[in-house]
């Protein structure tokens, strides 16, 4: 099985608003830039994205050790997907769950690959991170 890490990002002008998704994906001495834009968008829904749109351009089942910047992301998918899952999608205060679109998305792209989740805090000068940032406000600048 092969070795990915993955760094994520989403940004937004607004929120909502205008927003990117970037991340940068590293194989060996392999790099692969992904982003996007959508015109009308939240900052959660681009976090998302950046993890969706990197784990679903893998074509084989990986070990990966993806970081986000996303404590959303990081603490969603770790601990409230299981219960959210447990109660059809609904919150602990019996709410639907917001962005349940991409929650499902990403649940069925990381159920294909081993991931481990890490968070770093965002604009801490980690270099990966910085990246993953520019690429998505790449995605917003290319709309």
Same mark, same amino acid.
């Given at each position: *099985?092969?070795?990915?890490?993955?760094?994520?990002?989403?940004?937004?002008?607004?929120?909502?608003?205008?927003?990117? =998704?970037?991340? #940068?994906?590293?194989?060996?001495?392999?790099?692969?830039?992904?982003?996007?834009?959508?015109?009308?968008?939240?900052?959660?829904? *681009?976090?998302? *994205?950046?993890? +969706?749109?990197?784990?679903?351009?893998?074509?084989?089942?990986?070990?990966?050790?993806?970081?986000?910047?996303?404590?959303? /992301?990081?603490?969603?998918? *770790?601990? =409230?997907?299981?219960?959210?899952?447990?109660?059809? =999608?609904?919150?602990?205060?019996?709410?639907? /769950?917001?962005? /349940?679109? #991409? =929650?499902?998305?990403?649940?069925?792209?990381?159920?294909?690959?081993?991931?481990?989740?890490?968070? /770093?805090?965002?604009?801490?000068?980690?270099?990966?991170?910085?990246?993953?940032?520019? #690429?998505?406000?790449?995605? +917003?600048?290319?709309?």
């Amino acid at each position: *099985m092969g070795y990915v890490e993955i760094f994520t990002d989403g940004a937004c002008r607004g929120n909502p608003g205008p927003g990117g =998704w970037g991340a #940068l994906l590293r194989y060996g001495d392999h790099e692969k830039e992904l982003y996007g834009g959508e015109a009308e968008t939240t900052n959660n829904r *681009m976090e998302l *994205m950046a993890a +969706i749109r990197a784990l679903e351009s893998l074509k084989r089942k990986c070990t990966v050790d993806l970081t986000t910047d996303s404590s959303y /992301v990081r603490d969603g998918i *770790m601990q =409230w997907l299981p219960n959210w899952k447990k109660r059809g =999608w609904k919150t602990a205060a019996r709410k639907p /769950v917001k962005n /349940v679109d #991409l =929650w499902k998305r990403l649940d069925q792209a990381a159920q294909a690959h081993q991931v481990d989740w890490h968070w /770093v805090k965002g604009h801490s000068g980690h270099p990966e991170n910085e990246r993953a940032d520019q #690429l998505a406000n790449r995605g +917003i600048d290319e709309l």
